[in-house]
């Protein structure tokens, strides 16, 4: 059964116009990966008060999103937002997995 995940990451100060520019733009081979990586369903939102992105998908069962970091235009994706995005030590973007406590269908 398909399962959606969520996740935390931190924008830059004054760089949201940028990120949404960037996303509205994003690169066709990159979708492509997230979707061989068998991710769907892929949104991102902004509270603007913190500079927090909220990020949720929907990934396959058999999904292969642990190899996204090996792919060509995930890293390449990776390094063209480094400069409007917190980052750890590794040069991806600081991920904080969040926790369901509630969903209703």
Same mark, same amino acid.
């Given at each position: 059964?398909?399962?959606?995940?969520?996740?935390?990451?931190?924008?830059?100060?004054?760089?949201?116009?940028e *990120?949404?520019?960037?996303? &509205? +733009?994003?690169?066709?081979? !990159?979708?492509?990966? /997230?979707?061989? $990586?068998?991710?769907?369903? *892929?949104?991102i939102?902004l &509270? +603007?008060?913190?500079?927090? !992105?909220?990020?949720? /998908?929907?990934? $396959?069962?058999?999904?292969?999103?642990?190899?996204?970091?090996?792919?060509?235009?995930?890293?390449?994706?990776?390094?063209?937002?480094?400069?409007?995005?917190?980052y750890?030590?590794?040069?991806?973007?600081?991920?904080?997995?969040?926790?369901?406590?509630?969903?209703m269908?």
């Open positions: 059964m398909p399962e959606r995940i969520a996740f935390r990451m931190i924008l830059n100060p004054g760089q949201a116009a *990120y949404k520019k960037r996303h &509205d +733009e994003i690169w066709p081979e !990159l979708s492509q990966a /997230l979707r061989d $990586a068998g991710v769907s369903d *892929y949104s939102w &509270d +603007e008060e913190t500079n927090h !992105l909220f990020a949720t /998908l929907v990934r $396959a069962d058999d999904h292969s999103m642990d190899a996204l970091p090996q792919t060509d235009a995930n890293r390449r994706w990776w390094d063209f937002m480094a400069d409007i995005m917190q750890n030590d590794r040069g991806e973007p600081h991920v904080v997995p969040l926790k369901p406590v509630f969903h269908a």
